[in-house]
């Protein structure tokens, strides 16, 4: 619930900017656009200038063999599961870790075995410990 509150905040900060600038524009302008025209100019230069995320165009699997015998990322059919790596809902999931993952976590995802009570034992080849 607090996050709703705070989105709220910074949404409506974002509105106010704009309202303000779209005042300014209009008081300085012979012949302004629209509020909407200007705000989708606006949204539309600040889309342009975001880069491209480095996300796999494909899903990678893991190899079969010894240490990630289990383990392969397979899509979830209607459902969602909580992401290992990020925490938000997830359509992917690992069934040898029985965790969601997002197909931009998905290079991230270090492979455990899942144990009961929240203990995990991370799987021979990464690293050599236990929680």
Do not use: M
């Not at 100019?41 to 990630?68: C, H, K, M, R, Y």
């Amino acid at each position: 619930q607090t996050k709703k509150y705070w989105k709220k905040v910074v949404y409506n900060f974002a509105d106010l900017a704009l309202s303000n600038a779209y005042h300014l524009y209009r008081l300085s302008s012979v012949k302004p656009v629209s509020k909407t025209n200007f705000i989708d100019e606006i949204i539309q230069a600040l889309v342009s200038q975001i880069s491209v995320l480095d996300v796999p165009l494909e899903i990678p699997t893991i190899p079969a063999g010894e240490p990630f015998v289990g383990h392969g990322i397979q899509k979830l059919q209607n459902t969602h599961w909580k992401c290992g790596v990020c925490g938000k809902k997830a359509r992917f999931w690992c069934p040898g870790c029985n965790v969601g993952v997002h197909q931009k976590c998905i290079v991230k995802l270090q492979h455990y075995q899942r144990r009961i009570h929240n203990r995990q034992k991370l799987i021979a080849g990464e690293q050599h410990w236990q929680h």
